[in-house]
């Protein structure tokens, strides 16, 4: 599936992940625990961010999108075989980057692009477990932050090699300058 209405698609992707985060935060489903409804909304939370993000600050910095896909992850490029699993299984939108544009803008601009997307999927997590401390709830607050914690270790590890941090460094664009 793809569309030129990009920004269409972000919307509904934002709106969605607000919905979704507001029903299982805000309205307590009576059959669904509280640690376990903290979970789902880090999961849609650090899902669906990602995507909005590149485009809200590509857009910010001149770079345009010439469409939206539905695809399969950068890990299915991992050479770990369990990740590479995950992501050859794993579907994700996908935002089709206007060469052009990127070509036409700075090496710092393409930069917070790229940036903007690890940073803000990797933030969100440790915005659900400071949620989940002001509950008061210990097993809440423990089962958020090592979910935090681990999606940052992935990160760490893994957008260097095959994620956006990957994709930064193959258009010469490195984390200490650009």
């Known amino acids: 599936m793809k569309t030129a209405r990009v920004g269409v698609g972000m919307v509904l992707e934002a709106f969605a ?3 979704a985060t507001l029903l299982l935060l805000v309205f307590k489903i009576p059959w669904l625990p509280r640690p376990l409804a903290l979970l789902l909304a880090q999961g849609v939370i650090l899902y669906a961010i990602h995507c909005p993000s590149h485009y809200v600050v590509g857009r910010m910095v ?10 399969r992850s950068a890990l299915k490029k991992s050479g770990s075989r369990i990740v590479r699993l995950i992501g050859e ?8 980057v206007d060469r052009a544009s990127l070509a036409r803008v700075s090496p710092l601009r393409r930069k917070a692009m790229f940036y903007s997307g690890v940073t803000a999927s990797t933030a969100a997590p440790f915005l659900v477990a400071l949620y989940a401390s002001l509950t008061g709830d210990p097993i809440s607050i423990l089962a958020t932050l090592v979910v935090a914690i681990g999606y940052l270790t992935f990160n760490i590890f893994y957008s260097p090699r095959t994620g956006d941090v ?8 490195s984390p200490q300058g650009g």
Do not use: Q, Y
């Open 166 to 173: 990957h994709r930064a460094r193959l258009l010469g664009v």
């Open 17 to 19: 992940a607000a919905l």
């Open 62 to 71: 001149g770079i345009k999108f010439s469409g939206l896909a539905v695809g």
């Open 89 to 96: 299984r794993a579907v994700t939108p996908v935002l089709i």
